[in-house]
């Protein structure tokens, strides 16, 4: 019903950039927030920026002033800017979108994965 199809991981130095997108499709007709989180091998998934409807943004701690998370509804895309990459950013990034479908039903859709590899 929906899909969330993310692009832009890769190897990259450390002190590179990346930029992630995010595209959503199918029946939608609204996304509430979009987030990006990650997961690093042997570890839990964590939330690392999040926006909303209203282009509010949130952040973990361990990537304010690197990682700038925007979005585009006419695209329904969300985009994540990732500067000043460090060894430790290294995991699966995922997407996530809280959507209301053109059926009037709510839901929580994820992205497969793209992999960031942060090389030392």
């Known amino acids: 019903q929906v899909q969330l199809v993310e692009s832009g991981g890769g190897l990259v130095q450390a002190g590179g950039s990346l930029r992630l997108s995010c595209a959503a499709s199918g029946r939608i007709l609204s996304i509430y927030r979009m987030r990006w989180y990650r997961q690093a091998p042997g570890k839990q998934r964590d939330l690392v920026a999040g926006i909303t409807s209203g282009d509010s943004t949130n952040y973990a701690d361990a990537v304010k002033g690197r990682f700038t998370i925007s979005r585009d509804n006419a695209k329904n895309t969300v985009y994540l800017q990732m500067n000043s990459l460090k060894p430790e950013d290294t995991a699966v990034y995922y997407c996530?979108?809280?959507?209301?479908?053109?059926?009037?039903?709510?839901?929580?859709?994820w992205g497969q994965g793209t992999q960031v590899t942060v090389s030392s």
């Open positions: 996530f979108a809280a959507v209301r479908t053109a059926t009037w039903t709510t839901g929580d859709y």
